[in-house]
């Protein structure tokens, strides 16, 4: 969300005394913070307040340089069209004449691809084995996956108002007509995740990121359509399935689970084949 800056706005979102008096009277003043969750960013010269996502692009995707969201996987496309840009604006003028934009496309994407595998390699040698090492490696992994599934290759979707909740359902996001064994899966991994009503039965502060994960991979795949944002997959989780209660916002789709790269995806793999 961007908001018009103020007084009233900047002490509602927590910046302390200091900080609302420099933005409202420095120019050129930036500040952002975190809670935990939520993200705030605000801007004297621009005279504005960024929350959620929109703060996040301004923290990773700025003039001086453009970073791995990893703290909102969904930002993934953007990053990547952002970082091929630049890539083939620096490249073009060395080539010349002799320039293939196909040809550059593909070694940007190979470039990234070895990034991804460095920065993982990195953090599994990393002495200290605290659970946010284990989840920069699953979410640089997800990153790898995305680049080696094709999405790189496609234009990033523009985003679409929100479809009302009664119109979405399992049937229209899926891409194909087989579309019950995907999720009749959850049924039948080691442990249950659904029952046969599609009821939630898992832990809820682990497995629903579990099943979060399984469909942000079908997604991925093509498997649902690439065209429904993370708040529309969310409407059609906590429709289809009872007792899920997923966040609208759809946040908890982009935090990929470490149990489900460990625990799971080989399991649920393995059922749809």
Same mark, same amino acid.
């Given at each position: 969300?961007?908001?018009?800056?103020?007084?009233?706005?900047?002490?509602?979102?927590?910046?302390?005394?200091?900080?609302?008096?420099?933005?409202?009277?420095?120019?050129?003043?930036?500040?952002?913070?975190?809670?935990?969750?939520?993200?705030?960013?605000?801007?004297?010269?621009?005279?504005?307040?960024? *929350?959620?996502?929109?703060?996040?692009?301004?923290?990773?995707?700025?003039?001086?340089?453009?970073?791995?969201?990893?703290?909102?996987?969904?930002?993934?496309?953007?990053?990547?069209?952002?970082?091929?840009?630049?890539?083939?604006?620096?490249?073009?003028?060395?080539?010349?004449?002799?320039?293939?934009?196909?040809?550059?496309?593909?070694?940007?994407?190979?470039?990234?691809?070895?990034?991804?595998?460095?920065?993982?390699?990195?953090?599994?040698?990393?002495?200290?084995?605290?659970?946010?090492?284990?989840?920069?490696?699953?979410?640089?992994?997800?990153?790898?996956?995305?680049?080696?599934?094709?999405?790189?290759?496609?234009?990033?979707?523009?985003?679409?108002?929100?479809?009302?909740?009664?119109?979405?359902?399992?049937?229209?996001?899926?891409?194909?007509?087989?579309?019950?064994?995907?999720?009749?899966?959850?049924?039948?991994?080691?442990?249950?995740?659904?029952?046969?009503?599609?009821?939630?039965?898992?832990?809820?502060?682990?497995?629903?990121?579990?099943?979060?994960?399984?469909?942000?991979?079908?997604?991925?795949?093509?498997?649902?359509?690439?065209?429904?944002?993370?708040?529309?997959?969310?409407?059609?989780?906590?429709?289809?399935?009872?007792?899920?209660?997923?966040?609208?916002?759809?946040?908890?789709?982009?935090?990929?689970?470490?149990?489900? *790269?460990?625990?799971?995806?080989?399991?649920?793999?393995?059922?749809?084949?």
């Amino acid at each position: 969300m961007i908001e018009k800056l103020t007084a009233e706005r900047l002490k509602q979102y927590g910046f302390d005394k200091v900080q609302r008096d420099r933005l409202l009277t420095w120019q050129g003043h930036k500040a952002s913070f975190t809670d935990g969750r939520n993200h705030v960013f605000a801007s004297a010269d621009e005279k504005k307040i960024y *929350t959620g996502q929109d703060a996040l692009r301004k923290l990773y995707f700025n003039e001086n340089h453009i970073s791995f969201p990893i703290e909102d996987l969904g930002l993934i496309p953007e990053y990547y069209q952002l970082k091929l840009s630049a890539f083939i604006a620096e490249q073009k003028p060395l080539a010349g004449s002799i320039f293939n934009e196909k040809a550059s496309i593909e070694r940007f994407r190979r470039n990234e691809a070895d990034l991804a595998k460095n920065v993982i390699e990195s953090l599994k040698i990393t002495p200290q084995r605290f659970p946010v090492i284990a989840e920069r490696i699953s979410k640089w992994t997800h990153y790898l996956d995305w680049l080696d599934s094709g999405n790189a290759a496609a234009k990033p979707a523009v985003r679409n108002k929100l479809v009302a909740a009664k119109d979405l359902t399992f049937a229209k996001i899926f891409s194909g007509k087989g579309w019950k064994k995907y999720i009749d899966a959850l049924q039948k991994t080691d442990p249950p995740l659904l029952n046969e009503q599609w009821e939630f039965i898992g832990r809820p502060k682990k497995d629903k990121g579990v099943i979060c994960s399984w469909i942000k991979d079908l997604q991925f795949k093509g498997i649902i359509k690439k065209t429904y944002s993370r708040a529309q997959l969310a409407q059609v989780l906590n429709k289809e399935l009872k007792n899920f209660n997923l966040g609208s916002d759809g946040k908890t789709l982009d935090n990929v689970s470490s149990l489900y *790269t460990s625990g799971f995806k080989m399991q649920l793999h393995s059922l749809v084949k």
